[in-house]
């Protein structure tokens, strides 16, 4: 167990004969050898001291603190891990054209497939929209095999992205009642309840995702398929973008089930607001899917890792450091 995560609410971590233990009022839950860690990433409200924190340190342990609303993290580091050289060779790959356009292919590719057997799966179930969903799948694969034909630059890679997505988005358009107004993507603010769910999904992948960097000892702000920004975790957007079309798929079905329903939403000026009992009913949906996702999130970050792994020790070439 390198990586440790902490997301349970009023637990209390202490450090008893070289073990972290994990107890809540008073009852032990799990207890770790320290020996077996490498890092611990925190991401409810768990009770930690002062002192719990210097300890960890000084046995080796990181750890990292996440807020999974704000996505602000705190991360106090244990003893060199190896964490600063896979930077290096992450910051190496993002520096090289060659291997930065490989791999912002990789994520485009990744996500446009997934995007294409989720529409493929909705034709099965809706046959009135049959026809447009098996066109938009046909169109994305066919701008998926252009990514290996053509073999582009980030900025085409992105263009590819977009003209998929906006294929995708009026495809799933036909998967929603007419009430729902949902036309196809729209954000900042949102203008629909479909769109409203999306950015709130989309906002907790993301925290999952800058939680799976750092737990593999990358650094979030350092992408390929997105430029690194200001408040802007690069890396983590890339890592979520073959994740998107299962987020949709959650949401999509919150609503064909009436977990969410139009008296959930309310408007202020052009925004579509979730109210205070469809986000009790949102969150409670999206947990558990969320949570195995995370897996998929640990995956891919490794990949990235293991390349930069290899980018810093032997300064290969683009193919050897591919995803």
């Not at 925190?42 to 300890?55: E, N, Q, Y």
């Not at 990744?110 to 049959?130: S, T």
């Not at 997505?165 to 203008?191: H, Q, V, W």
């Not at 205070?276 to 998929?296: C, H, I, N, Q, T």
């Amino acid at each position: 167990m390198a990586t440790l995560f902490i997301d349970r609410r009023e637990v209390e971590l202490e450090i008893d004969h070289g073990a972290l233990t994990l107890r809540r009022e008073g009852k032990l839950l799990q207890r770790i050898p320290l020996l077996q860690l490498e890092r611990c990433v925190i991401t409810a409200g768990a009770r930690i001291s002062a002192s719990l924190l210097p300890a960890l340190a000084s046995a080796g342990v990181g750890v990292v603190i996440v807020n999974p609303r704000t996505h602000e993290a705190a991360v106090v580091a244990g003893s060199p891990a190896g964490d600063g050289r896979r930077r290096l060779g992450q910051a190496a790959l993002s520096l090289r054209e060659e291997w930065k356009s490989r791999w912002a292919r990789f994520w485009v590719h990744a996500k446009g497939v997934a995007q294409a057997r989720f529409l493929l799966r909705g034709a099965e179930q809706a046959p009135a929209a049959r026809a447009h969903l098996l066109a938009a799948a046909g169109q994305i694969f066919s701008l998926c095999g252009r990514l290996r034909s053509e073999r582009p630059g980030v900025e085409s890679a992105r263009g590819i992205e977009g003209a998929a997505s906006a294929a995708y988005f009026a495809a799933i358009s036909r998967l929603t009642p007419d009430s729902l107004e949902f036309e196809g993507r729209n954000r900042r603010p949102p203008r629909d309840p479909v769109n409203a769910c999306l950015s709130l999904i989309y906002t907790l992948l993301y925290a999952r995702a800058v939680e799976a960097a750092l737990a593999s000892g990358l650094d979030p702000s350092i992408g390929y398929l997105h430029e690194p920004a200001h408040g802007r975790a690069a890396l983590a957007c890339d890592l979520m973008e073959p994740l998107r079309p299962a987020a949709d798929r959650i949401v999509l079905e919150m609503f064909r089930s009436r977990v969410l329903r139009l008296d959930h939403f309310h408007r202020e000026k052009e925004a579509c607001l979730l109210g205070k009992a469809g986000r009790r009913a949102f969150y409670e949906s999206v947990e558990e899917p969320l949570d195995r996702m995370r897996g998929r999130l640990l995956r891919l970050a490794r990949v990235v890792a293991r390349a930069a792994d290899r980018a810093h020790h032997s300064g290969g070439s683009a193919e050897e450091v591919a995803p």
